[in-house]
């Protein structure tokens, strides 16, 4: 069972995610950055496609950066936070 900290729960909300107690940390980090690739490969189509002014792609870039902060986390950073907030050590 693992327990994601509130400020986990909240990034995850922001992104369509609900993990429960038994979703590993694994499959909810891989989902968020499946997102994150999609946003990103989103991004660049709109560049090339003339949506986007190439001033501004480097600032939408990080924005996205920073909108997933989640994911500069390891995996292993992940498993021992959400095991750590179990309340069973």
Same mark, same amino acid.
């Given at each position: 069972?693992?327990?994601? !900290? =509130?400020? #986990?729960?909240?990034? %995850?909300?922001? #992104?369509? %995610? @609900? =993990?429960? !107690?038994?979703? =590993?940390? *694994? %499959?909810? +980090?891989?989902?968020?950055?499946?997102?994150? $690739?999609?946003?990103? +490969?989103?991004? *660049?189509? $709109?560049? $090339?496609?003339?949506?986007?002014? !190439?001033?501004?792609?480097?600032?939408?870039?990080?924005?996205? *950066?920073? *909108?997933?902060? /989640?994911?500069?986390? =390891?995996? @292993?950073?992940?498993? +021992? /936070?959400? $095991?750590?907030? +179990?309340?069973?050590?």
């Amino acid at each position: 069972m693992w327990c994601y !900290p =509130p400020e #986990f729960l909240e990034s %995850l909300t922001g #992104f369509g %995610l @609900a =993990p429960t !107690p038994a979703t =590993p940390p *694994r %499959l909810v +980090r891989d989902a968020v950055n499946d997102l994150y $690739r999609y946003q990103l +490969r989103t991004l *660049r189509d $709109r560049l $090339r496609a003339g949506g986007v002014e !190439p001033g501004s792609y480097h600032g939408l870039v990080v924005a996205l *950066r920073k *909108r997933y902060w /989640i994911l500069t986390l =390891p995996l @292993a950073a992940w498993e +021992r /936070i959400c $095991r750590g907030h +179990r309340g069973d050590g």
